[in-house]
């Protein structure tokens, strides 16, 4: 088949209120580009009538349009890695289904793609969310970036724009759980960023909850970076040491002022915070631990019950 200029790849789970508003934006500013394009929805395992619709726009609009249907939800992530595996573009966006990024913005990343470079991610403007939900992010991208060196302002926009050689080095990696853009910001070699709108979910209510902000932060920091494991290992050292110099301190005091029944509260605390401590470390490895095992059962990523495309 044809390579079209561009491909928009975008996950689709439980959207059927924003579907049909999202085709009577996305459409009509593709078509003002004039590139040629195809547009190839994933529906993530969706439990209303998403399926459904997309199968008609891909009725529709057979010509642009593919739709990709997984037997069961698999995640965003993996959604869009199926996007990329089937995409023809050579230059491919991800974009929301929920109208936050505003399809008319695309605009802004194609032009920047063609200025040379091979990744584009985008930063908003004005973000339309609860206060709680904006600080909790910066925090976590600040952690992120140090902990990782991944340079991403705003991690949470999915509005990016990858070259087909990113693409395709995406492609070559077999990981289970993996972020996406900070995958990709490791193989560009011209990265940067554009400022785009942001809107209210047009909507529903968002997928992402504070836990899974968590989870996301955990994978990111140990599947790009070993750093948490080496500050674990240091704090152990630094906490030995402070324990040895407090137990020589305590059996001095012991010489010199005699026992004292209140010394024992202390060392509950200290013996409280050591669990705790150890707890933490137990944790931690567990996340490196999990990844593997994640990744040695050699299980698919997900599951493709049809894909609805136009054959030529």
Known sequence: MPTPALSIV???????????????????ALDELGETYEVVFINDGSRDRSAAILREQYEARPDVTRVILFSANAGQHMAIMAGFEHCRGEIVLTLDADLQ??????????AKMREGHDYVGSIRRKRQDSLFRTWASKAMNRLREKITRIKITDQGNMLRAYSRSVVNAINSCKEVATFIPALAYTFARSPTEVVVE???????????????????????????????????????????LGSGALFVLLMVRRLILGPEAEGLFTLFAL?????????????????YIGRIYQQVRHRPRYLIEAILEKQE
């Open 271 to 287: 013996m409280f915070f050591l669990i705790g401590l150890a707890l933490f470390g137990i944790g931690l490895l567990g996340e």
């Open 10 to 28: 975008i996950p689709v789970f439980n959207e059927e209120a924003t579907l049909t508003t999202l085709f009577a934006r996305l459409y009509p």
């Open 198 to 240: 942001h809107e209210e979910r047009a909507a529903g209510e968002s997928k992402y909850s504070l836990y899974s902000l968590i989870r996301l932060n955990f994978d990111l920091m140990t599947g790009f970076s070993l750093v948490p494991l080496q500050w674990f290992s240091m704090l152990g050292i630094v906490v030995s």
């Open 101 to 110: 990024n505003p399809p008319e913005e695309i605009h802004k990343l194609v």
